[in-house]
């Protein structure tokens, strides 16, 4: 079991920023490697995950439990990433410690992920709202009400 919830925390690892859908507005988000920041210009769903830094940290604080809780994440990702996809929502995965949502050419809001209560989320944005952290249990109240489909 360990070695099986070790693959799926490598497997999240293996890419630093990836959208797994595209739209004719995917190519205005951009991931800054310089300053790993994230720049999101459109509608999309951005789900962040914890880098090698903050994994360590991690397991260092809670060692037994970080494989358990890792595994519940990894359910409730997949569903969600499932779910996103079938609404043909743009779905963007990374390990950005900052994300920028910009609107009319500005920083509309930031995203500081670097504290360590900052592993797995999702950030959902219309491109015309603020964009909304969701909870990873209970996203679908959160979407319908920001994404107004």
Avoid at 92 to 112: A, G, L, N, P, W
Wanted: aromatic share 12%; hydrophobic share 35%.
């Amino acid at each position: 079991m360990k070695g099986l919830n070790l693959l799926i925390v490598f497997f999240t690892i293996g890419c630093n920023s990836q959208s797994t859908m595209k739209t004719e507005t995917s190519d205005l988000n951009k991931y800054n490697i310089d300053t790993n920041i994230l720049i999101v210009k459109s509608k999309c769903a951005v789900i962040y995950n914890p880098d090698t830094l903050k994994i360590k940290e991690l397991k260092k604080s809670d060692s037994n439990g970080f494989y358990i809780s890792t595994n519940d994440v990894m359910f409730y990702i997949s569903q969600i990433h499932d779910f996103l996809v079938k609404k043909q929502i743009n779905v963007i995965e990374t390990k950005c410690r900052y994300i920028d949502f910009y609107k009319d050419k500005k920083i509309f809001k930031q995203f500081d992920l670097s504290g360590i209560d900052k592993t797995w989320g999702l950030i959902l944005y219309n491109g015309i709202d603020k964009p909304i952290e969701s909870d990873l249990t209970n996203f679908e109240l959160d979407f319908n009400k920001i994404m107004k489909e």
